[in-house]
């Protein structure tokens, strides 16, 4: 038998691996390079046979020696292992008569110092980097474009024959088509030459008239998307934003308070920096939540106060909870200055009802919290109708005046989900209701910093907040896109609620709206004793497994936070068909048969 090690992650590096008998040299490494050790290579020290022994490694980065890098390896009999289990302590081997062809072991090297002639290392980077966690991007989604790679490359080794991003809601990688009025003004602002053949637009490529006369009107404002705009979005594009709240809420909008942005992110981003003053500032945080807020957080070095949804109540808002965590917080000496909404939910895909909302206003104009809303799903509503956070507070500040006339209220938007999916854009905008004059200047100070959003973005705002209208050329097909779209997404919600229905042991809120699903599972206690062999989260482990056996990529409920004792995972339902939902149905009851 034949020992390998594999190389998981390093640089290229010159390796060496001690043992009690002496090293082992590796010329040069890299990722995923593996070296071969004879049979007997690893034998126990002093101690008794099958008791283990300590086996490190040390890499040294070429040609400086005496440095040492953090790298992780396994070791394995025979070719590689799917199998990783991550742990910062040295590995420890036992002798090789306990050894068996199923024996995985995985581990980290000595700390890394920094190399001669370079300022960084991991150890000396801004440390709320480190810590800054994104599960939606994170192994599972690692692993998943590895094995889009391999099939790509003609791979037929794999048991699947695609791919199923499921872990991130970005529509146009799974195949939703964009909007064609969309993409038409869009080439015609890229490529403004072409306006000087209107003639052969129309009849040659189709253009209609409104497409021509919307291209025009927004090059006579931005003058070209390769120019800089005013640093809180061109004038003309916040005009229709704010024509495009008023006839939702149908109460006033202000330009002035409207900022475009790079994307809803960027906006939670700057908002966050503003409200986060010292280490002890604190924001409420749903549970379970998109990790950007938890993120930005920990980059911002200040702390998240989660407040607990409520799952057997269609994971709506529980205001109990929310003011216990407040006052558990603040007791601890955590300033809490914020609450994030995020409406429809992500991850859970619920849509808040108006009591929902007032609850959550009522207690940020008793307790002086700033409303952050997050409604880039407002479109995605299956469920009811969609109302938004500054509809709702201009209705109670005419029911009960002066209560919420001091109420901060930050609501964003954005093209990247909907019907739109522009998610590679980078578009959308926030609004601000209620802030201090002095404060907001110093908002506009902070965006001014980044000069401007992307112009090409700004352009694509104005055209999902003012579309086609009736009787203009691009309408009906607009509409037909549009409405397809949703429909599909519908379809798709569905199709995948009433296969997790089939399943043993998982349970699922009807879809209300957003693009996801997030089904609790009860796993057997054979597979949470799996996981923890693996020292991975019992939901991770599920998703592992899932992955390689169907190709369908999802994101453990553990990224977003969980109720103790509970698993989730988050599903979009993006991709087109529904198929890959019975190659889950398959997955899970093989699964729990095996860990039974």
């Known amino acids: 038998m034949t020992w390998q090690l594999r190389l998981v992650r390093a640089s290229p590096l010159r390796c060496s691996l001690s043992r009690p008998n002496g090293p082992w040299h590796i010329p040069r490494a890299s990722y995923g390079c593996s070296t071969r050790f004879p049979a007997g290579a690893f034998r126990p020290s002093s101690e008794a046979k099958d008791s283990p022994h300590l086996v490190t490694c040390m890499v040294i980065p070429s040609p400086h020696r005496g440095r040492h890098i953090n790298v992780q390896w396994m070791l394995h009999p025979g070719e590689r292992s799917t199998q990783s289990n991550k742990t910062t302590d040295p590995l420890r081997i036992p002798s090789d008569s306990a050894m ?30 480190k810590e800054a966690k994104y599960a939606v991007r994170g192994e599972l989604a690692v692993k998943a474009e590895e094995y889009r790679v391999k099939l790509a490359n003609g791979d037929k080794s794999l048991p699947f024959d695609s791919v199923i991003f499921a872990n991130i809601g970005n529509p146009q990688q799974l195949d939703q088509k964009p909007i064609t009025f969309f993409r038409q003004v869009l080439s015609l602002l890229e490529n403004p030459h072409l306006l000087n053949n209107v003639e052969a637009l129309r009849t040659s490529f189709g253009y209609e008239q409104d497409v021509v006369d919307r291209a025009k009107r927004l090059l006579a404002d931005v003058q070209s998307v390769g120019a800089y705009s005013h640093s809180q979005g061109a004038p003309v594009i916040r005009q229709s934003v704010a024509k495009f709240i008023e006839e939702r809420d149908g109460f006033p909008a202000n330009p002035q308070d409207l900022f475009c942005c790079a ?33 930005t957080l920990s980059l911002l070095n200040a702390q998240c106060v989660p407040y ?8 709506g808002t529980d205001v109990a909870a929310i003011r216990s965590s407040l006052a558990q917080a603040r007791s601890a000496g955590t300033d809490v200055r914020s609450i994030v909404v995020i409406n429809p939910g992500n991850p859970t895909g619920a849509s808040l009802s108006p009591q929902d909302i007032k609850n959550v206003l009522d207690l940020a104009a008793e307790e002086k ?40 209220l930050v609501s964003l938007h ?9 998610c590679g854009q ?3 905008y926030f609004e601000l209701v209620g802030f201090d004059p002095e404060v907001q200047a110093q908002i506009y100070k902070l965006v001014s910093i980044g000069l401007c959003p992307p112009v090409i973005g700004q352009c694509l705002l104005e055209l999902m907040v003012n579309p086609p209208k009736e009787g203009e050329g691009s309408y009906e097909l607009y509409q037909k896109e549009y409405n397809g779209i949703r429909e599909g997404l519908h379809k798709r919600a569905l199709a995948l609620y009433k296969a997790f229905q089939q399943m043993e042991g998982v349970e699922c809120q009807e879809p209300q709206g957003a693009m996801y699903l997030f089904p609790t599972i009860t796993l057997p206690p054979k ?13 991770e482990f599920y998703c592992l ?35 890959w939902a019975d190659r889950i149905v398959k997955f899970h009851s093989e699964f729990m048969a095996k860990y039974k």
């Open 369 to 408: 919290l700033v409303v952050i809303a997050d409604e880039v799903y407002q479109t995605n509503v299956f469920q009811g109708e969609f109302v938004s956070f500054k509809k709702r507070l201009r209705q109670l500040q005419q029911e009960t005046p002066g209560k919420y006339d001091y109420v901060e």
């Open 414 to 422: 954005s093209v990247s989900k909907g019907m739109v999916g522009e």
């Open 100 to 129: 068996t062809t199923q024996t995985t072991v995985s581990y980290s090297t000595t700390r890394t110092l920094s190399t001669p002639g370079r300022c960084l290392n991991p150890d000396n980077i801004n440390p709320h980097v």
């Open 308 to 315: 607990l949804l409520e799952e057997q109540k269609a994971w």
């Open 527 to 539: 597979a949470i004793e799996a996981a923890k062999a693996e020292g991975r989260a019992a939901d």
């Open 545 to 579: 497994r899932l992955l390689d056996a169907t190709g369908v990529c999802v994101v453990p409920g553990s990224g977003f936070g969980q109720k103790e004792n509970t698993l989730h995972f988050r599903t979009t339902f993006l991709a087109p068909g529904t198929d």
């Open 263 to 295: 994307g809803a992110s960027s906006g939670v981003s700057t908002i966050l920096n503003v409200i986060c003053n010292s280490p002890q500032a604190g924001v409420l945080v749903p549970i379970p939540q998109y990790p950007l807020y938890t993120a």
């Open 426 to 428: 980078r578009g959308g």
